[in-house]
């Protein structure tokens, strides 16, 4: 057995008899082997980064059933084409991101770590051991305040594996209402002054979060001073009186709170916790940068944002191991899935690539197996290849094939309908996107009237409260002049013009609490339900 494995398992088993009355200090034990464990994967993410058409074939093995893939066995070539002769491409498999409930066994969880493969427990040691190497205080127990809402159910947050870490009550996570269960546990972070780490499973929680304190502020104050958890719909009885056991009267932190919000919000969350390190979210790509470039302009004012995962069908597929880096990007690794790519745009007769034959600065569309009896999904997502890392990609994930806006075949890609938008915004004086979300003509049945197809655009904006025809018009010019096939069904008259309008504040807050489900934004609406309720917010 390796000294540092070794070390591991003798400090876990440690853990596993220390009483939970003292979990300062099982906190420092299971830290102590969380840093040998972080070390021995990254030492093991080294080794397979070497030859990565080894670490696929093994992983394909596996998958397959065809052997444990220890073995020198038939070349990869070999193992793909028979995935490629057995199974086709594109096969339905489930969606969103991995789900399991929060383990409630942490010492053997990590004694279980030195030798499992498991891609969730793998990627939270490599997180927590990226984050503790950025950020050394970051691993501070109760330094961690969580902001993620998961219905019926708490799941797991990035560092579950150390969940001495957290000072947010799990069932605050639960609650049947986003709003409530954001505010509830904005209010118990709120309460811990010396926070490192703030931490959301969305950037849109954050900003929601955030938003109910710009409009809360007094109200959180007066909870915070009496120690006293107010009712609210969405807060069950039994669970309110269960997290207000937890509170306690603290009026010098409630004064502080005052004083900071009258001061304004630029820069509030590190006035609120001075000591705060890093704002760590689940997802901070494609158009969820719309909420990270906010926060970092307003609110989150000095602070990095760190997105460690990158997830998809539903399954952990890489890990973003440079916290400090601004733009997040994220090594592939080769254990955790078998990676297959579609290069970008689409070829006649498609023939997917593999892990070691992509090319730097190109997008791939993504092609999955990470699950026996779910082979070769198609994620609907494109990749851009950043660089590699040894022989292992580094991606940056550019959109979702799902959110293409297209009336007559044009194709218009997400992120690129998001930079459209940005810029004829950026011609109206004292406008700033807070948010929005598009319609395609045909969703809206009867009540589009007898046009041609066309597009349907809800925006919430600041510093505007109504639209001129001129500023309605600006974004139809503007998609014209940046997409040449939607300029010319314009000018033919197959696609109709752009419909610009402008919703309340907080329209776009109770669409995601209509979702259902933590998922990120979807930009183009393919539900009427969710279609009449943006409708029903309209005031431009």
């Known amino acids: 057995m390796l000294p540092a494995l070794a070390l591991a398992v003798a400090v876990a088993a440690v853990a596993v008899a220390v009483t939970v009355a003292v979990p300062a200090l099982r906190h420092r034990l299971v830290r102590s082997a969380l840093r040998c464990a972080g070390g021995r994967y990254r030492r093991r993410l080294e080794a397979l980064s070497t030859d990565v ?4 074939e093994r992983r394909l093995r596996r998958l397959l059933g065809t052997g444990t893939g220890t073995g020198p066995g038939p070349g990869p070539a070999g193992g793909s084409e028979e995935l490629r002769e057995r199974h086709p491409l594109g096969q339905r498999c489930r969606d969103g991101a991995p789900t399991d409930p929060v383990s409630p066994l942490l010492p053997w969880a990590l004694l279980r770590s030195c030798w499992d ?39 797991t947050p990035a ?26 546990q904005l209010l118990f972070a709120l309460r811990q002054r010396g926070l490192h780490v703030l931490e959301a499973g969305l950037a849109a929680e ?66 609120l916790w001075p000591q705060l390190e890093v704002v760590v979210v689940g997802s901070a790509h494609s158009t969820e940068r719309l909420y990270c470039d906010a926060l970092l302009q307003a609110d989150c004012q000095g602070l990095p944002i760190y997105c460690p995962f990158y997830q998809a069908v539903g399954a952990l597929l890489g890990v973003n191991l440079w916290p400090e880096e601004p733009v997040p990007q994220f090594l592939l690794c080769p254990d955790w899935a078998f990676f297959e790519f579609l290069p970008c745009p689409a070829e006649e007769e498609p ?18 197996t990470a ?79 007898p046009c041609a197809p066309h597009y349907e655009v809800f925006v919430e904006l600041q510093g505007l409260r109504d639209l001129s025809e001129g500023q309605r018009y600006k974004l139809d010019q503007c998609l014209q002049e940046d997409f040449l096939v939607y300029k010319s069904f314009r000018f033919k008259g197959s696609i109709g013009p752009l419909r610009l309008h402008l919703v309340r504040a907080g329209a776009f807050t109770r669409l995601r609490e209509a979702l259902g489900s933590p998922v990120p934004m979807p930009r183009v609406l393919r539900e009427e339900r969710l279609l009449q309720l943006i409708q029903g917010s309209v005031i431009s």
């Open 351 to 368: 023939r997917t690539m593999l892990l070691d034959e992509l090319w730097e600065g190109r997008e791939y569309g993504l092609v999955v």
């Open 117 to 155: 493969t498991d891609p969730a427990l793998q990627g939270s040691v490599l997180y927590l051991d990226a984050l503790g190497a950025a950020f050394p205080r970051a691993l501070t127990c109760r330094g961690t305040a969580l902001l993620h809402w998961t219905p019926g159910c708490p799941r």
């Open 371 to 449: 699950q026996p009896g779910e082979y070769r999904c198609c994620a609907g997502e494109v990749l851009r290849v950043a660089g590699f890392h040894k022989q292992c990609p580094v991606v940056k994930p550019v959109r979702r094939e799902s959110q293409t806006l297209s009336v007559r075949g044009e194709s218009i890609p997400e992120e690129r309908f998001c930079q459209t938008l940005c810029r004829a915004l950026g011609m109206w004086p004292g406008a700033r996107l807070i948010d929005y979300v598009c319609v395609e003509s045909n969703l809206l049945g009867d009540s589009s009237g």
């Open 53 to 56: 058409r080894l670490s696929q």
């Open 206 to 271: 954050l900003r929601d979060a955030l938003a109910a304190l710009h409009d809360e502020w007094p109200r959180l104050a007066q909870e915070l001073a009496l120690g006293r958890l107010s009712p609210q719909p969405g807060l069950p009885e039994e669970v309110r009186s269960q997290l207000q056991a937890l509170l306690t009267p603290d009026p010098a932190r409630a004064a502080e709170l005052r004083a900071e919000c009258a001061r304004g919000f630029e820069g509030i969350v590190r006035r």
């Open 159 to 184: 560092g579950w594996t150390l969940p001495t870490l957290y000072c947010t009550p799990t069932p605050a996570s639960a609650l049947p209402s986003r709003a409530t269960a954001l505010r509830v």
